[in-house]
Structures are given as C-alpha cells and as structure tokens.
C-alpha cells in the first residue's frame, strides 16, 4: 500500500513517520532538552486547536506546580458519602489554569514527542527559543 502525502488524502490529522519531514516547519529546529518560549498570537477557531494548545500550555512549569497544588487540595476536601451501602467519593471538578488566549505566554522544555503537536497549531503560536 503506497503512502500518500497529507494534500493528497484530502487533509486529516493523521502524518505517516515517513512524511513527517515533509511537514517540519522551517521555524521549528530545536533541541532536545532546550527551553522555548511560546507565544498565541492568534486564539484558535477550533476546540480542537484550544485543546492542543492549553494541552502544550500545562507543560509550563508554574502550570503544572498550580495544578499539582489543586489535585492536593481536592483530595484533602474530598467528601464521602454513601450509595448503595458502601463509601462513595464525591470528587470535584478540576479548575482550569491555562486559557488560550491571544497574548499568553508559557515556556517548557521541548521534546520530540510535542513536534506533531507544535506543527498541528504553529500558525497560532509564535514559538522561539528562551
């Protein structure tokens, strides 16, 4: 079976290993292990771009230590009740502490794994070393 490229299979999410080349931004030679810094430049039109951004944004260091901080907490105010004769954990819902929004920085460390997902939403990030 020939692999085709993403033009050619009338768009998609899905990029073959081998094709991958072929989409790498010009912008985007990092190491990895390096420190970048992003910027949205524009707010996404689809939730699925949002997601993949505020899924990027959580890597930031201080996002990361305030969701940390919220997960201890709602487990120390976790009520329990009964259902059913047995204890049941009311869990609460997880606040949300990144937004994308124009104008948002955040830095994190780049690796290889985050290359697919960078390229998926670049026209919406100005992405550059730190």
């Known amino acids: ?64 230590r305030a969701l940390k901080r919220g997960q201890k907490a709602r487990g120390q105010r976790m009520r329990i009740k009964t259902r059913g004769g047995r204890p049941w954990r009311v869990r609460e819902r997880v606040g949300k502490v990144v937004h994308a929004r124009e104008g948002n920085s955040w830095t994190m460390t780049y690796t290889p794994d985050l290359e697919r997902d960078l390229a998926s939403v670049e026209r919406f990030l100005e992405i550059k070393p730190a």
């Open 1 to 64: 079976m020939e692999r085709r490229t993403l033009a050619e299979s009338g768009g998609g999410a899905m990029i073959s290993a081998r094709n991958l080349s072929a989409y790498r931004s010009r912008d985007m030679d990092f190491n990895p292990g390096q420190t970048i810094t992003c910027t949205v430049t524009d707010e996404p039109a689809t939730d699925d771009a949002r997601q993949t951004i505020q899924r990027l944004m959580r890597r930031d260091p201080a996002s990361a």
